[in-house]
Nanobody, 123 residues
């Protein structure tokens, strides 16, 4: 059974940095497309950043220049480095993965999900 486990969330102040990690027990992790989504209270889950099997990266407009996604296939891990955090970044951050093609970075394109890690940014 595939499991994704996030870690590294917490409470920070506006302008601070924080890194979250995800380890995934996907057998063919090196061929998987991985992503980070987030969901704030009362809002829909939204795409934050993604990294394909070939290490090409994609970002939502609201995090470009502030967040960076990376992966370490030897550790079956994907990371999200978040800089210059803002109160509006407060959300539960989810790691997601799929071994199929990703076209839109939509929630429905991902087969595997973690339980999420809370990131809270105070003003």
């Amino acid at each position: 059974q595939v499991q994704l486990v996030e870690s590294g969330g917490g409470l920070v102040q506006a302008g601070d940095s924080l890194s979250v990690s995800c380890t995934a027990s996907i057998r063919s992790f090196g061929a998987a497309n991985m992503a980070w989504f987030r969901q704030a209270p009362g809002k829909e889950r939204e795409f934050v950043a993604g990294i394909k099997w070939n290490r090409s990266t994609f970002y939502s407009d609201f995090v470009k220049g502030r967040f960076s996604v990376s992966r370490d296939d030897t550790k079956y891990a994907v990371y999200l480095q978040m800089n210059n955090l803002k109160p509006e970044d407060t959300a539960v951050y989810y790691c997601a993965g799929t071994t199929t093609r990703v076209a839109r970075w939509g929630v429905d394109e991902f087969d595997y999900w973690g339980q999420g890690t809370q990131v809270t940014v105070s003003s």
